[in-house]
């Protein structure tokens, strides 16, 4: 069989097979299509779900990944030319629908994650419905954007670098990835410095306030200083915390 862990770029009968021959788990990601500053593109959230979900799925080695969910709740983002947001029920709507498919092809365990803090709201919503529905199915998830924080300040003080500048959005920490996984469309030359205050009324909100009138450049951070270098080391962390998360039944609860 081809090397792949992408479901869409498998055949049927290799997802029938693969599954039948001990691929039990598959990995969701809810990412997004939203502006992502002056220097990288809107599909960010989708490419790095991409790398994520890959990533992960060869750490763990008996998961695929589903098709990213491309579109997400990224209202905030509207201001900004080339966003594309679905509002909540729909993106809750879309994540039952994509797991009550998997679970049809036989996956013993869906593992839903955001790669856009937008989504965590409908993620939230959906897991009681999920796991009274699905109930022979483990449903694991990550419903916290603090948990992604809270590791972001773990990484930060281990290497020595701002966490404020890391950011939590087009600032280093996406800029980094993005220049680990996809360079060809990074233009560092445009990468500068945004908004560098409290921005977790973002996330602590219902409706998230208007990006522009935070952030005029759209970044939450300091794109400024990314390397392909960091990307790395901040994939390799990030996939190391949730494979060993998954195989505890951390996210199960
Ligand atoms: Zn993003």
Known sequence: MRDTVLIEEMTWPEVRDAIAGGKRRVIVMLAAMEQHGPHLPIGVDTFLGYA????????LGDALVAPVVSLGYSAGHLPMAGTVSIEEPVLEATILDVCRSLAHHGFREIILLC???????????????????????RISAITDFDEWIAHT???AAREGLDVARLGVHAAQGETSMMLAHRPDLVQMDKACEGFMGDASIRWRSKV?????????T???????????DLGEKLFAER??????????GALAK
Request: hydrophobic share 35%; glycine share 10%.
């Open 52 to 59: 994520t979900g890959t990533r992960l799925a060869r750490r």
């Open 153 to 155: 300040k773990q990484f």
């Open 218 to 228: 759209g970044i939450l951070g300091d794109a400024r200083g990314s390397t392909a």
């Open 208 to 216: 998230p306030p208007p990006m522009d009138e935070m952030s005029p």
């Open 115 to 137: 790669s856009h803090g937008g989504n965590y709201h409908a993620l939230t919503n959906t897991l009681p419905t999920l796991r009274q529905e699905l109930a022979g199915v």
């Open 239 to 248: 996939i190391e915390r949730l494979a060993s998360m998954i195989e505890a």
